[in-house]
């Protein structure tokens, strides 16, 4: 069964950073793609970010191209967002999901078809 835990969310002012942590497991971690997608309150969900460790392909929508970093620690199963320069339109709940079966551009198709979300983080950031 496919399990992740994401955390690290919280309240930041605009400019701040955030580190989130996507803990997964039920599935080998090294040969798919997992993704950060978001969802604020209506709006679409949009896919952010992902990140395959076997090819080393990475993704990164263009909201946030520049100011998020995406990293992967395959000792512990766990990938990471890092968010620097984070601005209110950020606001969302971050979802990781996987096992997704490449990371690319296609993330927000994918991300339709395949995977297991996890519970969701909430990330707030005032002006």
């Known amino acids: 069964e496919v399990q992740l835990v994401e955390s690290g969310g919280g309240l930041v002012q605009a400019g701040g950073s955030l580190r989130l942590s996507c803990a997964a497991s039920?599935?080998?971690?090294?040969?798919?793609?997992i993704g950060w997608f978001r969802q604020a309150p209506g709006k679409e969900r949009e896919g952010v970010s992902c990140?395959?460790?076997?090819?080393?392909?990475?993704y990164y929508a263009d909201s946030v191209k520049g100011r998020f970093t995406i990293s992967s620690d395959n000792a512990k199963n766990t990938v990471y967002l890092q968010m620097n320069s984070l601005k209110p339109e950020d606001t969302a709940v971050y979802y990781c999901v996987a096992p997704l079966p490449r990371c690319s551009g296609a993330l927000d198709a994918y991300g339709k078809i395949f995977g297991s979300w996890g519970q969701g983080t909430q990330v707030t950031v005032s002006s």
């Open positions: 990140n395959r460790h076997s090819d080393g392909s990475t």
């Open positions: 039920g599935f080998p971690f090294d040969d798919y793609a």
